[in-house]
């Protein structure tokens, strides 16, 4: 079985600041782990995927994320938040099904 | 390649009416999901389809809804007779399994449902 969990609903940042979202997954296969990015009235974009490669992954927009397997964690992070950034962001988890299972969502928002 | 197409973008329609719900995958693409997202219950899974066949529809709330897949390129969501609980944005999403590495999924934008 394999779940998410994304630790905060709703993250605030201020712009120039870190942004750092949380993922937590539950895996009994080794794990394919994803980043979707979603802005206001559009669908779900891939920002970043952790397919066993390297543990550091570099995605779009200046966002990576660490698999750090010992923590069964995949934290998303960028150096610097952009006004652009505001938006829902996913963390999702597939093993050998085909199928992803999605956490619940951060809304991240970016303040002046 | 034009993504994955979904329509109408957005439906208004009354309650107890038929709703049907357009998507086609990208090409090549084997495996079709639908999913449902509303503010409440997030982003969750209804259905899944390999090669045109239901693998899991688990998520299916109830038997007024359903979904079809005749061909690799097309599929229906349907929802017979329509509730007000059901509005939501219904959303398609493809991926393939030459992509053996990982199973990344492409989202169409979306079918904006609201029933009155």
């Known amino acids: 079985a394999q779940s998410v969990t994304q630790l905060g609903s709703h993250v605030s940042v201020s712009e120039g600041a870190l942004v750092l979202l949380r993922c937590n997954y539950s895996?009994?296969?080794?794990?394919?782990l994803f980043w979707y990015v979603q802005y206001p009235n559009q669908g779900l974009q891939l920002l970043l995927k952790?397919?066993?490669?390297?543990?550091l992954v570099k995605g779009i927009n200046g966002f990576e994320a660490e698999f750090k397997k010992s923590e069964t964690s995949f934290h998303l992070t960028k150096p610097s938040a952009h006004m652009s950034d505001a938006a829902e962001y996913f963390c999702?988890?597939?093993?050998?099904?085909?199928?992803?299972?999605f956490g619940q969502g951060t809304t991240l928002q970016v303040k002046p | 390649d034009a993504g994955v197409i979904q329509s109408p973008r957005h439906e208004v329609t009354e309650m107890g009416q038929e709703v049907t719900l357009r998507c086609k995958p990208i090409?090549?693409?084997?495996?079709l999901f639908w999913y449902r997202q509303t503010m409440m219950r997030g982003l969750e899974l209804l259905i899944y389809?390999?090669?045109?066949?239901?693998?899991?529809d688990s998520g299916m709330p109830e038997d007024r809804f359903s979904a079809k897949m005749p061909n690799a390129s097309f599929s229906t969501l349907k929802i017979q007779p329509s509730e007000p609980r059901d509005s939501a944005v219904y959303f398609c999403?493809?991926?393939?399994?030459?992509?053996?590495?990982?199973?990344?999924?492409?989202f169409g934008p979306g079918t904006r449902l609201t029933v009155t």
């Open positions: 999403a493809s991926s393939s399994t030459r992509d053996v590495i990982s199973y990344e999924q492409y």
């Open positions: 895996s009994s296969v080794p794990p394919y």
């Open positions: 952790y397919t066993s490669a390297a543990t």
């Open positions: 999702a988890v597939s093993g050998n099904t085909g199928k992803l299972i």
């Open positions: 090409s090549g693409h084997d495996y």
């Open positions: 389809f390999n090669n045109n066949v239901p693998i899991d």
